[in-house]
């Protein structure tokens, strides 16, 4: 005796994604994953160790991964009758350099100036300056600046991992006016007679002199002086000149 009973069963559509992306990865870097759209899907994003920086519930996301090691994406797309697949994706987050470059921000004009960053082995280092001249170290984690033209000028260096993975990073550097100095009066002059030097006038800016062999009369801390040589030879008259920022030059004349 046997009885026999049958019933229909509707199969739902069920997502079966896949993502789309990289499977290494540099850190602080944005990447974007994605799985196909299709309409009327939901989607839900998970990531670790890396923060979502757009594009949740859509089907593609710009992610940062910022620690080194495994990072995992995950994505759960449901359908409209609420069948839903979970997917995972590893992406191994390999070391990246963030350089912070130390160093003067302001630098007065036609000066040198060091700056550094830090590295890990096996790192390199290029450098650009604007309104500079690098004089040394270029390829180096330390550089030696000359700063030329005043106004506004910049430093940047590209630090590079040996994987290849990499960061550049700009500083603004405030480029100040620095007295240039041009020292007037005779080079030649008679024993124990009174001669004046001087250099150009420049409002706020001031100036300190010094004299061997001889004895400064009048007009220190101007840009005049009246000097007295006293004794045969050579003498030699210095000025350093300093701007209102303390930017200065020195001078000397034999």
Do not use: E
């Amino acid at each position: 005796c046997d009885s026999t009973l049958s019933a229909s069963i509707t199969i739902l559509y069920t997502p079966a994604p896949i993502i789309n992306g990289v499977d290494t990865a540099c850190q602080y870097k944005i990447y974007t994953y994605s799985i196909t759209n299709i309409a009327g899907d939901s989607y839900n994003w998970s990531v670790t160790n890396g923060t979502i920086i757009a594009g949740q519930g859509t089907n593609s996301i710009d992610v940062m991964l910022d620690t080194v090691g495994n990072s995992v994406i995950t994505i759960t797309q449901t359908s409209p009758l609420g069948c839903d697949s979970t997917i995972t994706d590893t992406v191994t987050v390999i070391y990246t350099p963030a350089p912070v470059i130390s160093g003067n921000d302001s630098a007065c004009r036609f000066n040198v100036y060091t700056y550094n960053v830090i590295g890990m082995p096996g790192d390199t280092f290029s450098w650009t300056a604007v309104n500079g001249v690098i004089l040394s170290g270029q390829g180096t984690d330390t550089v030696h600046v000359f700063w030329n033209t005043l106004g506004l000028g910049s430093l940047t260096v590209t630090q590079t991992s040996a994987l290849g993975c990499d960061s550049t990073l700009t500083l603004p550097v405030q480029i100040l006016y620095t007295p240039i100095p041009v020292l007037t009066g005779p080079d030649t002059v008679c024993h124990n007679k009174i001669y004046t030097f001087s250099v150009p006038a420049i409002g706020g800016d001031g100036y300190n002199w010094s004299v061997t062999n001889g004895v400064i009369l009048s007009g220190q801390s101007t840009n005049s002086i009246t000097v007295v040589m006293d004794t045969v030879g050579s003498a030699v008259i210095s000025v350093t000149q300093t701007s209102p920022l303390g930017c200065d030059s020195t001078l000397t004349d034999t």
